[in-house]
């Protein structure tokens, strides 16, 4: 499984932006992206990687640390293989490198997924 993670960039406080992560890869013909949990995490600079959000296979089911609750909303496109971050009334605190990672048998807000992407960087202004 790959994961590749595009979106993040320089923007002010209040803002907005919309984070994309495509999986790809051979293991999804025989286990389908819509069957796998999928989660964002984000680490700061001299920080630990700190969980964002995740949501079910289903689409249904999404968690959310405190802090982003009400700003930041997980969705995904099974069709597309594609799970997204809207970022909404960005802070300085939201800047990081924007990590998505993806499990067969997991979700949720610990990081113990099998498959993570490269990060995209994200940097919040004041």
């Known amino acids: 499984v790959q994961l590749q993670a595009s979106g993040g960039g320089l923007v002010q406080s209040g803002d907005s932006l919309r984070l994309s992560c495509v999986a790809s890869?051979?293991?999804?013909?025989?286990?389908?992206?819509?069957?796998?949990?999928m989660a964002w995490f984000r680490q700061a600079p001299g920080k630990e990687r700190e969980f964002v959000a995740a949501?079910?296979?289903?689409?249904?089911?999404?968690y959310y640390r405190d802090s982003v609750k009400g700003r930041f909303t997980i969705s995904r496109d099974n069709a597309k293989n594609t799970v997204y971050l809207q970022m909404n009334s960005l802070k300085p605190e939201d800047t990081a490198v924007y990590y998505c990672?993806?499990?067969?048998?997991?979700?949720?807000?610990?990081?113990?997924?099998?498959?993570w992407g490269q990060g995209t960087q994200v940097t919040v202004s004041s």
């Open positions: 890869g051979r293991a999804f013909s025989n286990y389908p992206f819509s069957n796998y949990g």
């Open positions: 949501i079910a296979w289903g689409g249904v089911t999404t």
């Open positions: 990672a993806a499990d067969k048998a997991r979700v949720g807000a610990l990081p113990l997924y099998d498959h």
